[in-house]
């Protein structure tokens, strides 16, 4: 459920065309942000409006999608339910992502001290389970969207922290930064023209994955009575609501997993276009450097091989 | 990929990544990294226990409220429960008075389930290890079984395979556990819904534990295999006449096996997260509904406990995977 | 907030008999199967979503520990359905004029599983322990508040001695919580009590675990049925388990797929699920005491108002809700107690109900006749805001689907629900403050007294006290008929007293009564005998399963 679990990337140009897939995908984004900004556009009907007689309607013409024990038709909930799900999902992924980055720039560039404090408050954190970690924020905020968010971005913020420390260490011993340090120029300069671009595109990569597993940890967390409360639609919230009547009314769950899947599954398609773009325009990057997180991110570990074989040390 | 496309990290003087102080220092080096090892991890298990108490004593509510639950006990009685905690004392003393006790070795009593903290975690342990063992085996073999067969293989295969990766991926371990229970115990009789000891009553809640890790597994694996094969030892080893299957397992493997090894070290530390969940589906009786059960109650000595086994987990599988590692790549060896 | 979520199977008497598939009637649900010789030997599995974390029930707060100690102990009385109380553990017991001495005699053949002899002593270290404040009693003991000593008379003979007269102490004798367990056995430490009781009941405890639940053995030497029980000696079962299963579909998927033989807490959905299962039977136990409902807090905020309290519970239709909600499995409350408790005034059914017009009406007058513009009602320039505390404990909870339906059905009144969200600790908090306008609750008790637990102003919340009266009423009156109905223990002359209080709280629509407090049980056609203990949950007593 961690996001830091990222597969890694497809290389290079290989995968830089646009196929039908990926134009699926981003129709699908497209709409679903859409849902996220203006559902009313795009619901058929209210996602709060109840109507006990017509409740567990099976999917038809006027309700396409069904209705759920509260007779409120599921396709308008899972319009509606865009936005706090898009906002547990993307704005804990992109909590962790700056919060990450930030820690990991600070070590990477903070000095030695600083450099072992942020990782040894990493290495806590990731000593906890993400879901314990969860758990514990949430009952610190209290049940709800916000609460989801933080909690998700919790646990995720070390796996982050860790690939950007590796990420700008790399980037800060190659030539060019060299050169542009020799050329005079400022470290915030530095840092934000040189090692951020360079480094943020692992981080992007992650981030796609993490947006997938921050909406399936937000429904776990529902699933365990910690999720948002009613009657806001929430996809993880109605999907782990269906449950109970799966075997009177499949699609109360069924459509709601499917957005998450077919969100999930877009943002990665778009997500593995992006990557390539990256790698073939950040040209001047250490060689694989694009790839280093997927063995520092998960543990602490990738550090013992680079010593053995010595590489450019000073 | 493979480890010759890995960035130089760790020749930056003073970045330890991980609990690990650098062992190849050399002389009496040896001594001094196990010493600084053992250091960090104190400091790790101290940290992991300071952070779980403070906050669990930042959730709003009283301890003795939710002990006493929503019960009208009276003021004897309330003060009784406040007394036999200690819980009228100030949080620093209370922390203190743990922490002493933890040093001794004694883990405590949890509030809640009228239990030591270690014979609730001890009995609940091998459920949850037999558990997580199954998956993490069953997340390996499958994964690289799929990863051996479909890596540079036809573009439907690979895309087919990743498809249904992504699924494993978006779909949360509670409702594939519901809905293997549902098939192979409801349906078909297969499997029983509860009563974990015997093997049968794992196999159900290993593999739906077991989906999401795969799919993960299998992506890094695929994508590292892909990369080996472009490597030249691939197309000498071909040109030597192996047999394809044989070029995979025998070479490209080898290579593409130490980000998956990192990535199954990280994941069975953190296997607790998916044991929470699956373990309430199947009726567990495990270390992840202790947990669970536990915060919502406020019970601090068995989440700490519980912190304690886990940062512990996490210290003992770095220290592996430093062993492990050198047998996986000969580059790493003979160097300690 | 539900207050009573989570606790497991509520106190619960047999009741109306929901069956499906054979005849149906009053009696043991399990009859409805078809009846034949008693088979001994074999083992039932029963399935229920939570198990307590201690055993021992005169600690625990968990209404599930009632019914994990009910096998294992005996009570000194025992009551039926009617609300009389019978010989089980005492053969006979005379209540002093002044209502404050209760002179028991015990049965002299009696003996716990462990060989300890069944003696007054024995009694009295129970009784004793149960109000020592160090067991940390977090609920027997505020049964019997008055109680002063036991005072041993002779080897089976005693006295229980009260400070002032109480008249639910018969009906708390007789229930679990006050089940007797072995002196000895009682000299063990707390945690190993909470693993392992030993009492005279007839099954013993074979292996116990908070989260898998529990399995007994048949008591062989039992032979000290209670008076009501259709079955002289031990039981016919050579096992009983209880697993426990939280998950209601997996509960409900293991008793289709014959896994066990049978549930408690069947979902709503389960019930109608099961009308296309061959071979279930299904009944529905209310329990007594406070049915499910909505308390307004009359002591500050909107609903100070009489008006505008009526306005709410006869503008929400909550018949029709619970009916269409719940698939008729649960049975609409009219007043503040349900319909199985001893003492429920009967005339309160249909006194009120559904009348929109009326409501509004009373909105008008109470001076909320004008509309803002999301269509919600204001007065002076401020809204019809009622703030309920709520916690969505996950899915399928039958409370949060209602809840959501009342709120829609208000805003169409003119009341703005706001569903005030926040940790189980927050909430317990802004409840004793008083610091919401709504709460749901149900307060399971087996005795009319659940009305002084609820409505009396000794039982108004405060900071450092939880008390149930969640409507924060405090009326004189109410108080005074409550202190008189503890002193008079008879019947009749109780219930009278009930009657008014029950009367006046309706009239001052102090409570929104929504559904009663229902355990909905299903078993396979093979369990058969399974009745109901008046005190609460299903007993196995006298359970069987057909071969």
Same mark, same amino acid.
């Given at each position: 459920m961690r996001p830091g679990a990222a597969p890694p990337r497809p290389r290079g140009a290989r995968r830089v065309r646009g196929t039908p897939g990926l134009w699926a995908a981003c129709l699908f984004l497209g709409l679903i942000i859409l849902a996220g900004i203006a559902p009313e556009l795009l619901a058929p009907a209210?996602?709060?409006?109840?109507?006990?007689?017509?409740?567990?309607?099976?999917p038809s013409a006027e309700h396409l999608l069904g209705t759920d024990a509260n007779g409120r038709d599921v396709l308008s909930r899972i319009i509606h339910g865009a936005r706090p799900s898009l906002l547990a999902g993307l704005g804990a992924t992109a909590l962790a992502v700056?919060?990450?980055?930030?820690?990991?720039?600070?070590?990477?560039?903070?000095?030695?001290?600083?450099?072992?404090?942020?990782?040894?408050?990493?290495?806590?954190?990731?000593?906890?389970?993400?879901?314990?970690?969860?758990?514990?924020?949430?009952?610190?905020?209290?049940?709800?969207?916000?609460?989801?968010?933080?909690?998700?971005?919790?646990?995720?913020?070390?796996?982050?922290?860790?690939?950007?420390?590796?990420?700008?260490?790399?980037?800060?011993r190659s030539e060019y930064v060299a050169a542009a340090t020799s050329l005079g120029l400022g470290r915030p300069h530095i840092i934000v023209r040189h090692i951020l671009p360079n480094a943020f595109a692992p981080l992007v990569v992650l981030a796609t994955i993490g947006v997938g597993a921050a909406l399936v940890a937000a429904s776990s967390l529902s699933f365990l009575g910690f999720g948002p409360q009613p009657p806001d639609p929430e996809w993880g919230a109605m999907l782990s609501d269906g449950r109970d009547y799966f075997a009177l009314a499949w699609w109360i769950a069924v459509f709601p997993g499917a957005a998450i899947s077919l969100t999930v599954l877009s943002i990665t398609v778009v997500g593995r276009r992006l990557q390539g773009r990256a790698e073939?325009?950040?040209?001047?990057?250490?060689?694989?450097?694009?790839?280093?997180g997927l063995t520092a991110a998960p543990g602490p570990r990738s550090r013992s091989r680079h010593d053995e074989r010595g590489g450019n040390r000073p | 990929m493979t480890t010759p496309t890995l960035p130089p990290v760790g020749d930056i003087p003073g970045t330890p990544t991980g609990g690990r102080p650098a062992a190849r220092r050399a002389g009496g080096g040896w001594a001094r990294a196990v010493l600084l090892r053992l250091g960090t991890s104190v400091l790790l298990l101290w940290s992991a226990v300071t952070v779980s108490f403070g906050l669990l004593h930042l959730t709003p509510g009283s301890v003795e409220d939710s002990l006493i639950g929503m019960e009208s006990v009276s003021p004897e009685v309330r003060a009784e429960i406040v007394a036999a905690y200690g819980l009228d004392r100030s949080l620093i003393e209370q922390y203190g008075s743990y922490l002493g006790r933890l040093l001794r070795g004694d883990l405590g009593h949890s509030y809640q389930i009228h239990e030591s903290v270690a014979s609730a975690i001890g009995s609940r342990l091998g459920a949850s290890l037999s558990l997580a063992v199954a998956s993490m085996a069953l997340a390996l073999v499958v994964a690289l079984s799929l990863a051996v067969l479909t890596a540079r293989r036809a573009r439907w295969l690979r895309s087919l395979s990743s498809g249904v990766e992504l699924l494993g991926v978006s779909v949360p371990a509670f409702w594939v556990g519901i809905l293997l229970l549902t098939v192979f115990s409801f349906e078909l009789g297969w499997f029983p819904a509860f009563g974990g000891e015997g093997l049968t009553g794992l196999v159900l809640p290993a593999v739906a534990v077991a989906v999401s890790m795969t799919a993960l597994l299998s992506q890094v694996l695929r994508e590292g295999l892909e990369l080996a094969l472009d490597q030249p030892f691939?197309?000498?080893?071909?040109?030597?006449?192996?047999?394809?299957?044989?070029?995979?397992?025998?070479?490209?493997?080898?290579?593409?096996?130490?980000?998956?090894?990192?990535?199954?070290?990280?994941?069975?530390?953190?296997?607790?997260?998916?044991?929470?969940?699956?373990?309430?589906?199947?009726n567990r009786d495990g270390v992840g509904r202790l947990v669970l059960n536990a915060v919502a109650a406020k019970d601090m000595p068995i989440v700490t406990g519980v912190v304690l086994l886990t940062a512990a987990v996490y210290i003992g599988i770095n220290v592996l995977l430093d062993v492990v590692y050198p047998l996986i790549d000969p580059r790493l060896r003979g160097t300690a | 907030m539900r207050l009573h979520r989570s606790r497991g199977v509520p106190l619960l008497v047999a009741v109306s008999l929901l069956v499906l598939s054979g005849c149906g009637g009053d009696g043991p649900a399990s009859e409805a199967a078809g009846s034949g010789e008693p088979v001994t030997g074999g083992t039932l599995v029963y399935a229920v979503n939570s198990a307590p974390e201690t055993l021992d029930p005169h600690v625990s707060t968990q209404d599930a520990a009632g019914l994990y100690a009910r096998p294992v102990l005996d009570s000194l009385v025992v009551m039926d359905e009617e609300g009389e109380f019978h010989p089980w553990l005492a053969t006979s017991w005379d209540i002093s004029e002044d209502g404050t001495v209760y002179r028991f005699t015990l049965r002299e053949d009696v003996t716990f599983s462990d060989g300890t002899p069944?003696?007054?002593?024995?009694?009295?270290?129970? /009784?004793?322990?149960?109000?020592?404040?160090?067991?940390?009693?977090?609920?027997?003991?505020? &049964?019997?508040?008055?109680?002063?000593?036991?005072?041993?008379?002779?080897?089976?003979?005693?006295?229980?001695?009260?400070?002032?007269?109480?008249?639910?102490?018969?009906?708390?004798?007789s229930s679990a919580y006050f089940g007797i367990q072995s002196p000895r056995s009682l000299e063990r430490g707390t945690e190993e009590i909470a693993r392992e009781i030993i009492g005279s009941g007839p099954y013993v405890i074979e292996e116990f675990s908070p989260s898998t639940g529990i399995t007994y053995q048949r008591n062989e030497d039992y032979a000290w049925q209670?008076?009501?029980?259709?079955?002289?000696?031990?039981?016919?079962?050579?096992?009983?388990?209880?697993?426990?299963?939280?998950?209601?579909? *997996?509960?409900?998927?293991?008793? @289709?797929?014959?896994?066990?033989?049978?549930?408690?807490?069947?979902?709503?959905?389960?019930?109608?699920?099961?009308?296309?299962?061959?071979?279930?039977?299904?009944?529905?136990?209310?329990?007594?005491?406070?049915?499910?409902?909505?308390?307004?807090?009359?002591?500050?905020?909107? &609903?100070t108002d009489r008006r505008v309290r009526q306005a709410f519970r006869d503008g929400i239709d909550f018949r029709a809700l619970v009916e269409q909600l719940f698939f008729g499995a649960f049975a609409p409350a009219w007043g503040p107690l349900s319909p199985t408790t001893p003492g429920y005034d009967a005339s309160l059914e249909e006194a009120w109900g559904h009348d929109p017009e009326g409501a509004a009406a009373l909105l008008d007058e109470a001076g909320w006749h004008q509309r803002d513009?999301?269509?919600?009602?204001?007065?002076?320039?401020?809204?019809?805001?009622?703030?309920?505390?709520?916690?969505?404990?996950?899915?399928?909870?039958?409370?949060?689907?209602?809840? *959501?339906?009342?709120?829609?059905?208000?805003?169409?009144?003119?009341?703005? *629900?706001?569903?005030? @969200?926040?940790?189980?600790?927050?909430?317990?908090?802004?409840?004793?403050?008083?610091?919401?306008? /709504?709460?749901? *609750?149900?307060?399971?008790?087996?005795?009319?007294?659940?009305?002084?637990?609820?409505f009396a102003t000794s039982s108004i919340p405060t900071p450092d006290h939880f008390a149930h009266n969640a409507a924060r009423v405090s009326d004189p009156q109410v108080d005074e008929w409550l202190d008189?109905?503890?002193?008079?223990?008879?019947?009749?002359?109780?219930?009278?007293?009930?009657?008014?209080?029950?009367?006046?709280?309706?009239?001052?629509?102090?409570?929104?009564?929504?559904?009663?407090?229902?355990?909905?049980?299903?078993?396979?056609?093979?369990?058969?005998?399974?009745?109901?203990?008046p005190q609460g949950y299903p007993l196995f007593h006298e359970a069987w399963v057909a071969s």
């Open positions: 209210s996602p709060t409006e109840t109507d006990v007689l017509r409740a567990l309607r099976p700056v919060g990450g980055t930030a820690l990991g720039l600070l070590a990477a560039l903070g000095g030695r001290v600083l450099d072992e404090i942020v990782m040894r408050l990493v290495d806590v954190v990731l000593s906890l389970p993400g879901m314990l970690l969860a758990l514990l924020v949430l009952s610190v905020t209290g049940p709800g969207v916000g609460g989801t968010l933080l909690a998700i971005a919790a646990f995720s913020i070390p796996i982050y922290a860790r690939l950007m420390r590796v990420q700008t260490m790399v980037i800060k073939a325009s950040a040209a001047p990057r250490p060689r694989g450097a694009g790839h280093a | 691939v197309l000498t080893a071909r040109s030597r006449g192996m047999s394809e299957l044989g070029v995979r397992l025998r070479h490209a493997l080898r290579h593409a096996l130490l980000p998956v090894v990192t990535l199954a070290g990280w994941m069975f530390g953190a296997l607790i997260s998916s044991l929470v969940v699956i373990e309430q589906v199947f | 069944l003696d007054a002593e024995a009694v009295r270290a129970n /009784l004793d322990r149960i109000v020592a404040p160090e067991t940390m009693s977090a609920m027997a003991a505020s &049964f019997v508040e008055p109680y002063a000593a036991t005072t041993v008379t002779g080897p089976h003979t005693f006295d229980i001695e009260l400070s002032e007269p109480h008249a639910p102490l018969l009906a708390a004798l209670p008076a009501t029980a259709g079955l002289e000696g031990a039981p016919y079962l050579e096992r009983l388990e209880f697993r426990v299963m939280a998950e209601d579909s *997996v509960r409900f998927g293991a008793l @289709t797929s014959r896994q066990v033989d049978a549930i408690g807490n069947l979902p709503p959905s389960g019930v109608r699920q099961a009308e296309s299962v061959d071979g279930l039977w299904l009944t529905e136990l209310q329990a007594p005491g406070g049915p499910y409902a909505y308390f307004p807090n009359t002591e500050e905020g909107v &609903f513009g999301e269509g919600y009602r204001v007065r002076d320039g401020q809204r019809l805001t009622v703030v309920w505390p709520f916690v969505s404990s996950g899915a399928g909870e039958l409370g949060d689907v209602l809840a *959501v339906q009342v709120q829609a059905e208000a805003a169409e009144l003119g009341f703005e *629900v706001v569903f005030d @969200t926040g940790t189980q600790g927050e909430l317990v908090e802004k409840y004793n403050r008083g610091d919401y306008d /709504l709460m749901d *609750v149900s307060w399971a008790r087996n005795d009319p007294d659940a009305l002084r637990n609820l008189q109905a503890l002193a008079t223990t008879d019947p009749r002359e109780r219930a009278a007293l009930y009657g008014e209080v029950q009367q006046r709280l309706t009239e001052e629509a102090a409570v929104f009564p929504v559904h009663v407090s229902t355990n909905v049980v299903a078993g396979h056609d093979h369990v058969r005998d399974v009745r109901w203990d």
